[in-house]
């Protein structure tokens, strides 16, 4: 994937650039609070992401740093992708359309013990997750 020209210096436009299609946060989610890592785990979501997109989306996140991708000693042929401290900064963003979304959306699945917990404890549910996520 080669880099594209940015069309502004506008902090949303920046974001945008990265994560403005339906799929690459879909994958943040899995990597950061699904425990998905490999590639096939990441076809299984429910929204099932066609194979070159994630393909693409993949290369996209790692180019730019929010996501790392390792051989996995264990099998050979398989990658292990993992949320950088890049990738790890997005657990606010994250949260927020959560929580948003809990507010709105009348058929959410969201984990309403994360709900809860988000709104007692920002700071203390940040810490917990990115804990986990090193």
């Known amino acids: 994937m080669s880099k594209q020209k940015r069309k502004s210096d506008c902090p949303i436009n920046f974001a945008l650039e990265i994560f403005g299609d339906r799929w690459t946060f879909l994958i943040v989610r899995d990597l950061m609070f699904k425990n998905k890592h490999y590639y096939g785990e990441f076809l299984g979501m429910e929204e099932k992401i066609a194979t070159n997109i994630l393909a ?7 180019e730019n740093g929010i996501v790392t ?20 900064d997005l657990l606010p963003l ?20 994360f709900i809860r917990k988000a709104k007692k404890d920002r700071v203390g549910l ?9």
């Open 69 to 88: 991708r390792t051989i996995d000693e264990a099998h050979n042929s398989k990658k292990i992708y993992r949320l950088t401290k890049k990738g790890i």
């Open 56 to 62: 693409d989306r993949l290369i996209l996140l790692e």
């Open 94 to 113: 994250l949260t927020e359309a959560i929580l948003w979304s809990a507010k709105y959306d009348k058929s959410t699945a969201a984990d309403s013990k």
């Open 126 to 134: 940040y810490a917990e997750i990115s804990e986990s996520l090193k």
